[in-house]
C-alpha cells in the first residue's frame, strides 16, 4: 500500500539526462511526484551525460521541460526553485570508470550528510546499444552492492529478438538480483490499464462471462495518428511488431486473459501473466501469412494536413521494408480462452489516436423474438477503452420505446472524467514511485520478456525472410491495409469501429 512515508532516502542517477525521455517524461514525472508530497525529505537527483552543462543550465532545461510536459502545465516558481536544489549534474562518459567513482562519491556523501543509508536507482534513459556498458560497470563497482538499495531500471526495447533479450537477461543476472532489474514498459503504469485489473478482480458480475462460454472474440487496436516523426533511426530497427506488440500489446493481452490472482504481490501478478504468455500458440512459419498482415504508410492526410510517406520520413531507407503497422490473431491455448481469437493490431499515420479493447459476447442462444424485432440486433459487446479517453462501455439490446417490440443496441457508459475531476498521475510517475518503493509488480521479469519474444518470434523471422512487395500499402490517415480488413472478415467479424464524437 502506499503511503507517502514508504520511500526512504533515495538518489536517482539518470544516466542518458540530457535526452528526450528525461526531458518530456522523467523530470515532469519525478516534480509532480514532489508536488504531491511523495519524496522523502532526503532526496536528490543526479543527471549523468556525456554534453559539458553545469548545475544551472541542466536545471534550466529541466525546467523547461517541465513547464512544457508536465500533466499540470508550467511549474510554479517557487516549487520548482524549492525542487531544484535537489538536482544536479554530472559529464561523464558511460564508458569512463570516472563517472562511476564520481557517483560513488556522490552517494557516500549523501549518506553521511543524511546519517542514513540511501536507496540508488540507476535509471538507463538510454539507446539500448549503452545497456549491456552501463549494466557491466555498475555491476563491477560498490554502487550496486547492496541488492536491497539498489536498483537498474531498463527502458524498452528490452532486446530485438529472443536470444538478444536473452543474452541480456543472462548478463543481467550474472551481476544483479531479478529483484533489482525493472524492465519498464510505461503502458502498465497507465491509470487506465492498472483499471483492468480493478475492473476484472474488484467486481463479481464480470468474471462468470469472462471465458470461451460467453466471449467470441476480443480485439486489441492501439492506433496512432503520429508517424514516426523523427525516430526514424530506431524505428528502422524496429517496425511496429517489435514496437508495440511484442510488449504494450501483448501486456494488454495479459491482463484481459489472465486467471484471478490470489494476492497482488508482485510474482504472484507476473506469475499469472507469464502463464499467459506460455499459453499463446506459437503461429507456424507457414501460416503466418494467414495470422499476421504487415502495413507501411504512404503519403496521405491527417487531420486536412498532408504528410509523407514512410519511406520518405527522416533517416529512413527508401526502400525500407520496416511494417508501421501490424496486425495479428492469436489463440491463447487453456481451458478459458481454448478457439477465442484475440485480433491485435497498431499502426502509425492512422485515422485516429485511440487505444481500445473490444470483448464481443457470443450471440444469445435462442432467438425468442420475431425477425421484425431484432433487424437491428447485435451482440452484446464490452469496451475498454483506454486512451485518450477512459472508459467502460457495455453494449445491448433494448426495447425501442413505441408500441411495437423493436430492439436498438444501447449503451451504459462509465466515463472516467465526469466520475473524477483530478487529474491522472502519469504512468512514469507511477512507476517511478514504484521503483523508490521497490514494488516491481508493474514491470516486467525475465521470463515474461522471454515469452514475449518467443510469441512474436516466427511472425518477424517470416517476415524479414521474405521482404513485403506490395509496401507503401496504406494511405497516412487510413484505417491501414486492406488485408487486415481480411484477416478479421475471413472469422466473419470486423474491426471495432469507434462511434463518431458527439458535439
Ligand atoms: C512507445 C513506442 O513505447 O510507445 C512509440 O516506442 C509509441 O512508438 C509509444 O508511440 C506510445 O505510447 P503512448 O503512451 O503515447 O500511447
Redo the contacts with the bound molecule.
Sequence with gaps: MKSANSVGPTVIVILGATGDLTWRKLMPGIYNLHLDKWLPKNFAVIGVSRTEMNDEAFREHMQNGVDKFSRRGKADEKDWSEFEKQITYNKGGFDEQSTYDKLEEQIEKYEKEWNAPVTRIFYMAVPPSYFEEIATKLGNSKLVENKELSRIVIE??FGRDYDSAKKLNDLLHGMYDESQIYRL???LG?ETVQNILAFRFANAMFEPTWNRNYIDHIQIT?S?Q?G?GT?GN??ET?GALR??IQ??ILQLLCLIAMEPTVSFDADEVRNKKVDVLNAIRIIKPDEVHLNAVRGQYGPGWIEGEKVIGYRDEQDVNKNSNVETFAAVKFFVDNWRWQGVPFYLRTG?HMNE?I?VISMQFRPVPHQSFPNSATGNWQPNRLVLNI?PHMGIKLGFQAKRPGLEMLMAPVDMQYDYNESYTSTTPE?YETLLLDIMEGDSTLFMRADQVEAAWKVVMPIIEQWEKNPSTSFPNYAAGMTGPEDAEALIARDGHNWFVTPPKSK
Design positions: 524498452k526495447p514498459d510505461h503502458y497507465k492501439v496512432e503520429l514516426i525516430r530506431y524505428y524496429a514496437d508495440m510488449n504494450h502509425k489516436t487505444s486512451q504512468a
